[in-house]
């Protein structure tokens, strides 16, 4: 599991390759290790294939950059990865993370449900991903709505 993010912020040397640098690392020693499962957090503005981007998640991608200008880049080189890796992946697409958010745990394969998702609910989805088949080679939406 991966929950590292880029630095918020402007001020730092990190590049979007630096990422997908490690991510590499991670699949290699993942092979050597014989470990299949991988499962990572990235954002609602991460673009997975050709999919349209609704007029929130434009919104979204515009904040993203506005507060960590190399997110976006860093988790689209990472899905590229993952998607053509032999590992049985999920990147599970958040909106802002929050130490509590009331409502329950929504996922959608196509949309995001909300501007929120509590910390909780996503430890607990992670966590069901990497004992389960839920979710392999899929990027789903996540939100606490």
Request: contains cysteine; charged residues 20%.
């Amino acid at each position: 599991m991966s929950a590292i993010g880029a630095p918020k912020g402007r001020k730092h040397n990190v590049k979007a390759q630096d990422f997908e640098t490690a991510l590499r690392g991670v699949l290699q020693g993942m092979a050597e290790n014989n470990i299949t499962r991988f499962v990572n957090v990235s954002s609602v503005a991460t673009r997975y294939g050709g999919e349209r981007y609704s007029l929130f998640r434009r919104f979204m991608r515009l904040v993203a950059h506005g507060m960590a200008p190399i997110m976006t880049p860093s988790q689209e080189l990472e899905l590229a990865l993952l998607r053509g890796s032999d590992v049985r992946w999920t990147s599970i697409r958040v909106p802002r993370i929050m130490d509590t958010a009331k409502g329950d745990l929504k996922i959608d394969p196509d949309n995001c449900a909300g501007m929120y998702i509590s910390r909780a609910h996503l430890a607990n989805l992670m966590l069901d991903c990497v004992t389960s088949d839920a979710w392999v080679q899929k990027a789903p939406f996540v939100a606490t709505s």
